[in-house]
């Protein structure tokens, strides 16, 4: 309230809540994903929204934003009762939200997509000169480094989320939604952001902030609501509590941050890379430059770096989705280089990839269909072409209780109804369960609650203790350090250091990660 | 666990397993009958006004004018005339129905295809040069009217491969090729019965504009009895191999492995090739297969032994084969669906054809007519939609009442 508002409504100014969501109810079939929730945002505030996954936060933050509408209960800005009953009321009222599943047009440029639905123009010619300038000076002040001429399919997903963010700063809007933003941002990035997020909120703007990263509430929050199955379990004062306390409200247990695991022992060699070298779809250089290493069965690697260091590319090269320039690719000593996907897929690459709505899922397929996704033709599921559905089905339903997949409807729902973190365990489920030598995890945590992450975590260690190998690429540093048995950090393409994360700090790992610091025995 | 205890789910299963598919039918038969109603509503109107503002058409005709419309092949009134056009629009369903399914897979598949026109020509020239060149002998002419058949689908398939290839190998835009390859079947349909003179062409009968019927050469698609039933009628199986076709395609697109590919790829071709499905493969097959069922429709039209083929037909493409689009369209691309809606188009298509016969309208009015029904139709799919938004809230309403009372006997730990 420091700063006076002059653009929306002054003299409310009074009521001390910008939003009120009141009673708040909203059914999907076979769920109620909202259940009679009651959530405040006080102006100026950064609210937190915890829960686990399929808590229905994404739900609440939709009928808010106006892209659902509740069954029951009202919604209140500035103590007036309003109808929201899409975006563009939204948006009206100074509403804006980043989605945990971006809503970019994959074929405009990033400047484009930030001003897609509110273009400049004068006599109905666009004028971008204007609105390039905002952005930049946007981009600029909160550090939301984009390239606003890139087209958005070609750029990484951290970018695409800095996109989403800066498109919601050029509207203006004085309450913003952030749906788990930083699932996808280097922990440098998330302090920024933290940083930006902490400025907009004594500018006056208010903020709900969905996360599933604890030590981020603590750090940027001034309130939390804790949901859980659908229903308001509390709101708390975070400087009156803990990370240890947040979680136990939300799970309903007490959660282990760090997981145990056994000494790595590691047996033959299952991947080996030799001098890999990868295109790059942005500039002429290789993404992926002479990049050389071996996994083994029974340790985990992790690839640590910065989003954008040329990771995604190096896993499309592994697992077939990109071609390889130049270098060898061997598993368990044959060269799969040249392989198609579906080979390397039958011959035990197991393969959770970066991106679950592009290839993960098959969002219109049920979640039956997308367990068998890579195992539709296997005996098992088909005979001479037809497919068992049955037997897809039982398998499914082993799975779903297995990884403790939350919907709706079980296997008959819709993968695209699920929620982000429920979508996310399904993909795991699957690529776990299938017979693997070679699991490679590109952020498998992504978008998971704690109690979800323990789990993960514990069944990557274990696929390890039976003998796998796992090449985990994480942006993630307490990921990093505490699952991973070696580091490998890549920088601009290339591999910068060989780490053991007993010996190593954060810090360090950090100055890898920056290229400040490599390896002497790479070539300078 | 509210949501995901056993029992719990095991119930949302079953409504999800049983109902929906049941419901969803009885949604879109609701939805469909609501538009054509809506359609003819609005069509009556446009009746009243042409017939209220032109003086030679008298405002009786737009009282009857709905009435012939959708009295289709039975507004005239006497049997015998019924069951002949009866006959024939059954007849004329057949290669309508075909091109329908044929859009219909391309469409599962993610693409569009509008060269139906150009397969269809092709299985009709396929088909055409079989059954009257290879001889028959009064014994093997239901084997040389099936290789008719076969060849006129081949023909199909191969006109059908081309957009396919090079939509997969070189990723044109199918629909510029298929437009092309459309234009380039007509002229290369004409040249080759212009060059083969008089070995195909009906000099016969002096009707040079088109190819002998096949029946000249005693091939005829078997008629088992169905003339009897429609006197008058050239009706013959060929409805009955196309309702197989629909329902193969059925199978193929909902059991097979083949259909989850297909699917697959149309849905999203990036987790397609992420599963390592072979998405190129599958772009062309799909061509190939929908290119086969457009020639099929002509085949089975052409191969009727009656119906006359205009050779000379480099400047006009088939009708037939664009209208299979809102035939699948209608369908919602579901290949039990195309049996009906490419039924309805031509019930209608009869009316309107009548509506000019037996009115003072033309026949640009009752296409006119016939294109407003055929949009209102389309918004089916929205209605449908409505609804099943309303159904979903009453067995939502029931559901979380149970879950709310089980979860209250429960216990709740908060
Ligand atoms: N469009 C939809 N159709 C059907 N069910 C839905 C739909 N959207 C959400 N749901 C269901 O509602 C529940 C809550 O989903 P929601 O996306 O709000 O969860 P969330 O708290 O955001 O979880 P996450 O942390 O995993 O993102 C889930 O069980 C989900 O399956
Ligand atoms: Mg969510």
Redesign the pocket.
Known sequence: MAAPDTSHGAGTAEYPYVIEMRHIT?E????I??DDITLQLKRGEIHALL????????????VLFGL?KQEKGDILKNGEVVEINDPNDANRLGIGMVH?HFKLVDVFSVLDNIILGVEPNVAGFLTKKKAREKVMHLSETYGLNVDPDALVEDITVGMQQRTEILKMLYRDNEVLIF??PTAVLTPQEIDELMEIMRGLAKEGKSILF?T?KLNEIMAVADRCTV?RK?KYIGTVDIKDTTKEELSSMMVGRDVKFVVDKDEADPKEVVLEVENLCVHSKLHKKDAVHNVSFKVRAGEIVCIAGIDGNGQTEFVHALTGLEPVRDGKILLAGEDVTHKSIRYRNTHGISHIPEDRHKHGLVLDYTLADNMVLQRYFEPRFQTAGFIKFDEVRRYSDELIEKFDV????GSA??A?????????KAIVAREMDREHKLLIAVQPAR???VGAIENIHTQIIKSRDEGSAVLLVSLELDEVMNVSDRILVMYEGEIVGELDPKKTTVQELGLYMAGAKRDGKEEE | MM?TTGTDKSIDRKTGLLKSPAGSALRSIIASVCCILGGMLVGTIILFILAFTTKDIPISDAVKGMTIIFGGPFASGSKSSTLFVLGDMILETTPLLMTGLSVAIAFKTGLFNIGAPGQYLMGAMGSLITALSVPTNGSNNFWVWLLALVVGIACGMIWGAIPGIFKALFNVNEVIVCIMCNWIAANVVSWVFSVSGDRFINYAETKTKFIRPTSTNGVSTPKLGLDKVFPGSNIDIGIFIAIIFAIGIYILINKTTLGYELKACGMNKHSAKYAGMNEKRNIILSMVIAGGLAAAGASLWYLNGKNDFLWNTYSSLPNDGFNGIPVALLASNNPIGVIFSATFLRYIGKGGFNLAGYTHFNEYVSNLIIAMIIYFAGFSKLISDLLGRRRKKKTIEAQSAAVIAENTEGGDDK
């Open positions: 909203k999907f079939p076979g769920i994903a909202n829960g686990e996954n399929g808590a229905g936060k994404s739900t609440l933050m939709s659902y945990q749906d788990e969905i599933h949901l659908g939350r919907s709706g409807q729902s819709i695209r109804g699920m929620s982000g973190g429920n979508q996310q978008g998971l609650d | 949501f």
